[in-house]
């Protein structure tokens, strides 16, 4: 009976263990899927909220603050060698080109292109643009005063956009019957806005129907108070040429000629064709210093007339483009019928 009493207790103590053994290893085994601490349960949500309450710009920001405090006096003094370095190449490398380019800036005068039209041209668009596209060869600077009458019609406004060149775009009401009538007032409308804004420069008048040698763009910037030369009108449908000008000694001018390819010389002086000469605009707001009585000079008709006189009768103020001798054609009326 002892043994048997023996035997069940060393099992009851076994049963024990093993509960016991079986119990520590299951909460061992639970505790180590448990979070270790409170605060790492929220941890997700804290960054979450970092995330989405605070920028980490301002902490960007004064990180590099903090560094570029640091080392400013070593930046500065980095920067300076090296701007100090690039400066002096530079002076070395560019001041003939720089010398050569404000030279040239400075001996080119402004011209200054007067072109009237018509909306009774048939042509005008076609002309404009053939007249822009030589323009555009010219070298600058270059202004284009275009002036027409006032309309809906916006045909001439689109091509001098298109053009790429410097432009003004004058506009009038008045009404004409006669052609020649509205291209004078149109001319003059043209030289009051030179006067009335001061625009320094040659000023010449260039119709729609002119073909021009690019040398004659150059040739005017010359010009000190008139300036002179020979055009030569042509037709489409007439076989002939009229040449019409000056006669000169190399640039002097000596007299007037009309002379037709027929060999017969009228002697008599013509009327002088409008863009068969090229003036200073400085006459228009100096008359002083041209012996233009100042008077003239508020009466917008009197402009056009008044240089016209100038170069027909002060010869001596005239000088015969080109140079070398104002006998050689730089410059063509076409008419286009």
Known sequence: MASLERSKKKVQLWKKATVHFLLCFVMGFFTGFAPTSKASIFSSRVTMSLSSNYSPEPVKVFHQSRTQNFNR???DKTVSKAEHNHNSDKDQRVPEEN???SEELNV???VIVITPTSARNK???VLLRRLANTLKLVARPLLWIVVEQLSEDSEVSEILRKTGIMYRHVVFKENF?????????QRNIAVNHIEHHRLSGIVHFAGLSNVYDLRFFEEIRAVEAFGTWPIAKLSANKKKVII???VCDFSEVMGWHLKKTNNVTDTSRPALPISSFAFNSSILWDPERWGRPSSVQDTSQNSLRF???EVLEEEAKVKGIPTQGCSKVLL???HIS
Do not use: A, C, I
Request: hydrophobic share 30%; charged share 45%; glycine share 10%.
């Open 73 to 75: 006096s070593l930046f």
């Open 99 to 101: 010398k050569r380019g």
């Open 108 to 110: 080119r005068k402004l």
């Open 123 to 125: 042509l005008r668009g």
């Open 177 to 185: 019957t006669d052609v020649e009538s509205e291209m004078d007032h």
């Open 244 to 246: 019409e000008g000056p």
């Open 307 to 309: 240089v016209r006189k």
């Open 332 to 334: 063509w009326d076409l």
